[in-house]
């Protein structure tokens, strides 16, 4: 194994839960079943549960064992945002954009996550275009955030959404010159705890939440076409917007 045998283990089980081979609610092998799978040491098995524990991914359940928690339905704050345009192409907030790619993007193809897998229409498990970037001021090399675009196969397979450069504009130029046009976009905000490979992109300390903004891209018919997971230190940043007065709540005369 590569790195603490116990972060290698919690990734494999971090993995088969996002899948759905532990759907919510189902129970985790016993310790001494995983550190026997494993072949490792019972020590090292609790520290790989402990932190899926400490991700809030799964909660230990005295005499039923380590279970996947359960995610409670979202509700949304709807709030009025804009999409501006300069010359790389879209972009959503002002603050980010000076913001470049710290170094080339990771393309893969694998399972999205199990909220993302919903939003976008498809199975769990089933593959999907996975676009990993990590963006930040390149004057002195920091990463400000991490963004991860999540495409149907259906959409991007065999296309230049799959390569490394998509050419001027990007992914939404692209989608839009592939007849998508025009584009559509609703955000949501959340927060949770950082995986470790996350927390080291990012320098978090411990014990610091991502903020998380899930914006899903729609083309003129309704179809999915991207989910962009962007997360950022929770600490250093907050979500502002405008406060305007709906007609009910005009002063009176």
Not at 11 to 39: C, H, N
Request: aromatic share 6%.
């Amino acid at each position: 194994m590569n790195g603490p045998a116990y972060r290698q283990v919690a990734a494999d089980l971090r993995q088969a839960i996002e899948r759905g081979e532990y759907p919510e609610g189902a129970v985790l092998p016993k310790i001494t079943e995983v550190a026997e799978s494993y072949g490792i040491a019972k020590q090292t098995a609790r520290e790989a549960i402990a932190e899926l524990e400490a991700e809030g991914l799964v909660e230990v359940v005295r005499r039923r064992g380590t279970i996947v928690r359960a995610r409670p339905v979202k509700r949304r704050l709807t709030r009025s945002r804009q999409v501006f345009r300069d010359e790389r192409g879209y972009y959503f907030d002002p603050t980010a954009q000076p913001w470049n790619a710290l170094e080339p993007p990771t393309i893969t193809w694998g399972p999205a996550p199990r909220d993302v897998t919903v939003v976008l229409g498809v199975e769990p498990g089933e593959d999907v275009l996975i676009r990993d970037r990590i963006m930040g001021d390149v004057a002195v090399g920091k990463a400000m955030q991490l963004a991860t675009s999540f495409l149907p196969a259906a959409v991007a397979r065999g296309t230049r959404l799959a390569e490394r450069d998509t050419g001027p504009g990007g992914i939404y130029d692209l989608l839009e010159d592939m007849g998508h046009r025009p584009l559509a976009w609703e955000e949501s905000v959340g927060a949770r705890m950082p995986t470790p490979a996350e927390a080291g992109r990012l320098g978090l300390p411990k014990g610091i939440p991502l903020l998380r903004i899930v914006r899903t891209t729609t083309g003129p018919d309704g179809t999915v076409l991207e989910v962009n997971d962007t997360r950022m230190s929770a600490e250093a940043f907050e979500v502002g917007y405008s406060v305007t007065r709906h007609p009910s709540a005009e002063p009176p005369r």
